[in-house]
């Protein structure tokens, strides 16, 4: 029987547009997250190591540049390895749970004019509730490990997670309520390509609770504490192996991009920039954003649990309250 | 799950410690192993908490992981062979764990120690009180989360250590005293040295102080924290800076003077406050009064030997007696106690190590804190854990 061409192209052309893109977009980002971690975490080792006077790595190719592919190997090399009286559904679950969502994450972020893969009218709304679901794995991963330290970890992290989304979702409605959207594409369209031009402009307060319970968010220094590792030695992560601790430690990375990413859209003009392709003005802003998170990591101290919830709850909860009345206000009347 | 052995699933309930503090724990509470392996416990020290949430109800150090019976084997080898022993008890301030012993053997027997020799001694010890203070903040900042620190303190560190490279040939395990003087002379590449480091060092502290003293974070962690009253560091006979630190101006420099201190004008620090803040700042406070001190000495060190005409060797006996001599170590009154039968082995030999006094405090003192506290409080009485174990 001849094979009848038509017929499946005829059937091709049945399937939806939006399909397609989510599968390709699904594609490329199984490609740029862990390259994108890879980058970071090299990036974060050589930030550690000249912070601190001292080269980073350096051996595994020129500048150390093979390092993190060396360590990323090693890791999938390792053993899987579950401690006794492990839950062995939860455990690795967990571990599933935590780098799964970062998927859904990038979806709506519009990384360029046309590299948009869900333009939907609710993308904010989308990645705010997709990242909830790092609580869950956390509380699953610190629950299910059968340790003590990982329990503590876990219940560290829930309460700081929940505490902090709080204020971090108003300070986005706020934008959102200025910008009538929640669509980051469109509230990228409503910034111009220069700096003064940006919401981080009229949106100051939001921008710095925003950035402070992101960095919160996504459990990097000073807010490290479900890791916490003098106190916890890795807090919920403590018992997972090769690649269950590497799933851990992949998601951290990715979400970093995405609160990063979700920051220059919504704050920082998002691809806009003059000259150079919207895409690497996007990247840029965000490498830069992230470049201040590594900061922060190797200049601070750890706050301690009671100061974290002190700061969330008495200061940047009324704070971005207060700025999101007063942009209500401003918009209603003014 | 399968079925297991009943010894190893007895053995996963913990040991006799563990299992007494368990019997007499409360229905909701904790009870965790912190250490012999973690992070913040600096070596091998455990600590068995009762915990409440993240508040501590009650915690029990047990000791003995790093024991080597340091006091039994004195009196097992002559006095000179006992020498390199010192500088393992307290791998961070080994100089003086050095000049307690042959101070102590020295008072036994009488022996005058040149002036030069003195001189040297206190040059070096006061360079290792500062390398073990570099040690400690940098270690410290690293339990309280900061990674930074310990580099730029280790930095700093290094070049002590190649200092101290040149006159005793070791970098950490120094056995460098002799009863009578010391082992080798110094010479005028460490003399150099020297005198570039105590400005270079001078330099270093603002720095110091910007990155992280004056860090909004650091005052939130260390002040209030873990206050010690005066009256509770005489109860567990704490010296040096955790006395220092509550406010009692006790330094063994001072109060017991030995060798050419009182030739040196210097300052002891103290602070009022006894938390963890005051034993940071009396801390940073001695790096500079240690620099204080090298400065005059390097200046005034006099000329001739810098050992004894017929000092001990390795059969040498002293006659029977007892002898105590204290000096103060970077943690605290250090104390050597020595007995002799008139044969060459020491009859008796006491270490009184002061981190194992400054240790008994933690177990009251971490009543009711949290968990982040315990670990400040832990890291603030800058604990050694072969010291404390002996």
């Known amino acids: 029987m001849r094979f009848d061409w038509s017929f499946w192209l005829a059937a091709l052309h049945e399937i939806p547009e939006e399909f397609v893109r989510i599968v390709a977009a699904l594609v490329a980002l199984c490609v740029f997250i862990p390259v994108n971690a890879l980058v970071l975490v090299y990036l974060e080792r050589k930030v550690a190591g000249h912070v601190q006077r001292r080269p980073g790595p350096f051996e595994v190719g020129p500048h150390g540049i093979l390092q993190t592919v060396a360590d990323a190997l090693k890791l999938v090399g390792k053993q899987l390895f579950r401690p006794y009286g492990a839950d062995r559904v939860l455990f690795w679950l967990a571990a599933i749970l935590a780098f799964a969502p970062v998927f859904v994450l990038f979806l709506p972020i519009p990384f360029g004019p046309v590299l948009t893969t869900l333009d939907v009218n609710l993308g904010l709304l989308l990645i705010l509730a997709f990242a909830g679901v790092n609580v869950l794995s956390i509380c699953l991963a610190g629950w299910s490990a059968n340790n003590k330290w990982s329990l503590i970890g876990a219940a560290r992290g829930v309460a700081q997670c929940v505490a902090y989304e709080i204020p971090l979702l108003l300070a986005l409605l706020a934008v959102a309520f200025m910008k009538g959207s929640l669509n980051l594409s469109q509230i990228v369209q409503g910034q111009g390509n220069w700096p003064w031009q940006w919401n981080v402009v009229t949106q100051p307060i939001a921008f710095l609770v925003y950035f402070v319970c992101a960095v919160a968010e996504t459990n990097r220094s000073p807010f490290d504490l479900p890791e916490a590792e003098s106190e916890l030695t890795a807090g919920f992560h403590t018992e997972y192996s090769g690649m269950g601790f590497g799933m851990f430690f992949l998601s951290e990375y990715a979400n970093m991009i995405v609160v990063c990413a979700v920051a220059v859209s919504v704050f920082l003009g998002g691809w806009k920039g003059p000259l150079l392709p919207g895409l690497w003005w996007f990247l840029g802003k965000v490498y830069g954003l992230l470049l201040v998170i590594m900061w922060f990591r190797w200049t601070y101290p750890r706050v301690r649990f009671d100061q974290l919830l002190n700061l969330n709850w008495k200061w940047l909860m009324p704070l971005s309250i207060a700025n999101l009345v007063l942009t209500a206000f401003v918009m209603k009347v003014v | ?390």
């Open chain 2, 1 to 390: 799950m399968g079925t297991l052995d009943p010894g190893f699933t007895e053995m996963l309930s913990g040991d006799f410690y563990t299992r007494r503090l368990a019997s007499e724990a409360g229905e909701s509470t904790l009870v965790l192993n912190m250490g012999p392996q973690h992070p913040s416990t600096h070596g091998v020290l455990r600590v068995i908490i009762e915990l409440d949430g993240e508040y501590i109800l009650r915690a029990e150090p047990v000791l003995g992981y790093l024991h080597r019976m340091h006091e039994k084997m004195a009196e097992d080898r002559t006095y000179i062979q006992y020498l390199p022993n010192m500088g393992r008890v307290d791998y961070l301030h080994a100089m003086a764990w050095n000049w307690a012993y042959v101070g102590a053997v020295e008072r036994l027997a009488g022996i005058e120690v040149p002036e030069r020799a003195e001189y040297i001694r206190v040059i070096v010890t006061e360079l290792n009180r500062i390398s073990s203070h570099l040690v400690w903040w940098g270690a410290y900042l690293l339990d309280l989360g900061a990674f930074t620190p310990i580099l730029y303190a280790f930095e700093d560190r290094e070049i002590i250590l190649d200092l101290l490279q040149i006159p005793t040939g070791s970098r950490l395990t120094y056995s460098y005293f002799r009863p009578g003087g010391v082992a080798y002379d110094i010479n005028e590449e460490f003399l150099a040295g020297l005198k570039t480091f105590i400005p270079y060092m001078r330099g270093r502290l603002p720095m110091y102080r910007d990155l992280v003293t004056d860090n909004i974070i650091l005052k939130g962690r260390l002040e209030k924290v873990g206050v010690i009253p005066l009256e509770m560091c005489r109860r567990y006979g704490a010296t040096g800076p955790v006395v220092r630190g509550s406010g009692k101006r006790y330094d063994v420099r001072i109060a017991e003077p030995y060798s050419v201190y009182g030739r040196f004008s210097f300052d002891i620090p103290t602070h009022s406050d006894g938390d963890c803040m005051g034993r940071y700042l009396v801390r940073m406070a001695e790096i500079e009064q240690s620099l204080a001190i090298l400065e005059q000495a390097a200046e005034s060190i006099p000329p001739g030997p810098h050992l004894v005409k017929g000092a001990p060797k390795v059969r040498w006996k002293p006659p029977a007696g007892e002898a105590y001599f204290a000096v103060e170590g970077a943690r605290g009154k250090i104390g050597v106690h020595l007995v002799s039968d008139g044969t060459n082995t020491p009859y008796r030999c006491k270490l009184r190590a002061p981190g194992f006094s400054n240790m008994s405090l933690f177990a009251e003192l971490s009543r009711g804190v949290l968990l982040a506290d315990a670990v400040a409080i832990l890291g603030s009485l800058d604990l050694v854990i072969p010291e404390m174990d002996r």
